[in-house]
């Protein structure tokens, strides 16, 4: 059996010295991957190892990894001494990028971009927005979502409010997503529930994930995100869709919250705008971001490198054929894991149901043995990583396939192949609790 003791070699050395200086509060990891450098859907470690990366680092490498013309546009922005800041000054590349975000997001007229580093600040400076554009101080949320590690982003996140990380927000309450796992009789109720809420007048906005990524890939019912528009418009209350993870390009269309035919009246992006440097923004009306001026400040936000990398990443959009890729590769996917699911394998009995859109597609796993769900998960993304894939766990025991939207067929076969062994591995026990007891995960 493969193994990955990293003792002495360059990757476990590599391993040991961040341990000594980086800090725990920045870490999430699940096994002792280490990168070196990477090419499209794979990377390479410390020790020259290639694996192939279903996860595209969390998303927010959508172009794929060392995108040539990514690289190129931020070699010339810094070569040519390009705004490290838009504080003071403005330029070309940020006020370029903004304009092009508000064509490509629908919403009405006299709307603003916020410029950013990070969801995080994202979702943080839309929810402060809508508290003061709207004079109330309510917001809702959603119990499994994730909009955040920090401050009022991560007070609104239900994956760390349950888990004991944060503090739930001053004024926040965490309702049930109503999600499609629901009959249409439960997902009403808590429809109503949420529609209550509402009736108060005191919530300021709602955050939704389109698809809840975090807290496991879970869909919403069909009737949640019509619903929510409606109910968000008659009460006078804002509808911020956090399109974070799932938006550009991810689920086969540019926002995943096309797929319900609803408009949010904020959008917030990150991860794969900048692909792989830090870059988010926020799409919303002028009055919930343009007051008090200078609320919202951070030194290197719309810095010249970042924008002209998400230059890169809208031009690819706008040309079509990467979303139109995540849609064909999604669906490549899916069979591939039903064909899994429908196999006398060992590790198919893992396998609870398959969830998700496009590029975005959660494994639900089963208690395996003595071990629940979420143990098994881990030992799942543990044993991937041995065989050569990059996978991780989200929720309550599923495993997150978020592969670049550049992937190939060939890739996802691969891909899955390697899944189909790392779980045929865990189904047989070859994953032992003290493999996994060094990383912390979740
Ligand atoms: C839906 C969603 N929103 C916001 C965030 C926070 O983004 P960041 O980690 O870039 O701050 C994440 C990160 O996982 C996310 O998945």
């Known amino acids: ?18 341990a000594d200086v980086i800090a725990g509060v920045e870490k999430l990891r699940f096994f002792p991957l280490t990168i070196a450098g990477g090419n499209g ?24 990894h060392g995108n040539a013309a990514v690289a190129d546009a931020v070699r010339d922005a810094l070569a040519s001494g390009c705004s490290a800041s838009i504080l003071s000054a403005t330029h070309e590349r940020a006020v370029l990028l903004a304009e092009r975000l508000l064509q490509m997001i629908p919403g ?16 943080d400076v839309a929810l402060r927005g809508c508290r003061r554009a709207t004079g109330r101080q309510g917001v809702i949320a959603f119990s499994n979502g994730y909009h955040g590690g920090l401050g009022l982003a991560q ?34 109720t808590h429809i109503d529930q949420i529609r209550r809420h509402l009736q108060t007048q ?7 994930e389109p698809i809840q990524s975090d807290g496991g890939i879970i869909m919403p019912h069909p009737e949640f995100l019509p619903a929510l528009r409606q109910m968000c418009t008659e009460t006078g ?44 923004a926020v799409v919303g009306p002028a009055s919930v971001l343009d007051e008090p001026a200078a609320s919202a400040l951070m030194t290197t936000t719309g810095n010249g490198a970042s924008c002209a990398a998400g230059l890169v990443v809208l031009d690819e959009l706008d040309d079509g054929s990467i979303i139109d890729n995540a849609a064909a590769m999604g669906e490549v996917l899916t069979a591939l894991i039903n064909q899994l699911r429908a196999s006398d394998r060992p590790g198919a009995r893992l396998i609870d149901e398959v969830r998700g859109r496009g590029l975005m597609q959660g494994l639900q796993l089963l208690p395996n043995g003595t071990d629940d769900a979420l143990t098994t998960s881990a030992k ?7 065989l050569g894939l990059v996978v991780y766990p989200v929720g309550d025991g599923a495993l997150e396939l978020t592969p670049p939207l550049t992937i190939s067929r060939g890739e996802c076969v691969r891909g899955m192949e390697l899944l189909a062994q790392a779980l045929d591995d865990v189904a047989e026990g070859a994953v032992s609790d ?6 912390a995960g979740w």
């Open 1 to 18: 059996m493969t193994t990955t003791a990293h003792n002495g070699s360059a990757a476990g050395d590599l391993a040991a010295r961040d």
């Open 41 to 64: 859907s794979e990377v390479t470690d410390a020790d020259g190892r290639t694996l192939l990366d279903f996860s595209a680092a969390w998303t927010a490498v959508g172009l794929g």
């Open 108 to 123: 009405k007229p006299d709307r603003r971009v916020y410029l950013g580093h990070a969801g995080t600040d994202a979702n």
């Open 155 to 188: 007070g609104v996140s239900g994956v760390h409010v349950e888990s004991g990380g944060a503090d739930a927000a001053a004024d926040s309450v965490l309702l049930t997503y109503p999600s499609a796992a629901l009959t249409d009789s439960e997902a009403r």
């Open 202 to 208: 005191t919530i300021a906005a709602v955050i939704v």
């Open 237 to 280: 209350t804002l509808l911020v869709c956090d399109e974070v993870k799932a938006g550009l390009g991810r689920t086969g269309r540019l926002l995943a919250i096309e797929h319900n035919g609803v408009q949010p009246d904020v959008v917030t992006l990150g991860k794969a705008l900048g692909a792989g440097l830090p870059l988010s």
């Open 380 to 386: 799942a993304a543990f044993r991937a990583f041995e």
């Open 434 to 439: 003290a493999d996994i007891a060094p990383y």
